[in-house]
């Protein structure tokens, strides 16, 4: 019967597989075990892998695809990763996530890309004031007016207390 040397073995993925295990062991052994915290839980590989062998953050994955290939691919990917994934917390599929990464979108060279984002996500969360104001502000920011005006319309029927909406209107009705 052959014996395997398995820290000896160079593949990469297995060199980064020892190099991540003897992460996780010295967090539980060394920093947990020695912090004021309680330790109730140890570290594991779930714990950022979450269920997936390259555990990126959502947007880090959109914004290489929109890079590599435009925003309508990363828009295909997102619905691919929300189907296979959501409620796996493998990602965060939230409205928040897609509105921070739609305004940010919005402040590069391609504003159109962080419409499309803001868009997707007032088709996916369209109860959600947070992805309607989103979308506004991306017309806002491109001088559509008559959009940004109609959208912000459309998150204070969903949060009418929203005293940054309220603003935004007031401005664009000037």
């Known amino acids: 019967m052959a014996t395997y040397d398995f820290v000896s073995d160079d593949k990469p993925a297995k060199r980064i597989a020892v190099d991540m295990i003897r992460m996780v062991n010295a967090i ?3 920093h947990l075990a020695n912090s004021e915290v309680s330790r109730t839980i140890d570290v594991t590989c779930v714990t950022c892998h979450r269920g997936v062998s390259r555990p990126y953050p959502i947007e880090f994955i959109l914004s290489n695809t929109i890079e590599e290939e435009g925003a309508d691919a990363a828009i295909k990917e997102y619905k691919a990763l929300r189907q296979s994934y959501y409620a796996s917390h493998a990602y965060d599929f939230s409205e928040r996530t897609l509105a921070r990464f739609g305004s940010g979108l919005m402040n590069s060279d391609h504003p159109e890309d962080g419409i499309a984002i803001h868009r ?3 088709d996916l ?4 004031p947070v992805a309607w104001q989103g979308l506004a502000s991306g017309y806002e920011a491109i001088g559509d007016t008559v959009r940004a005006i109609s959208y912000y319309g459309q998150a204070l029927i969903l949060d009418p207390d929203n005293d940054r909406v309220v603003r935004s209107l007031k401005k664009l009705k000037q």
């Open 120 to 122: 997707l996500n007032t």
């Open 28 to 30: 539980n052994d060394t």
């Open 125 to 128: 969360h369209p109860e959600s």
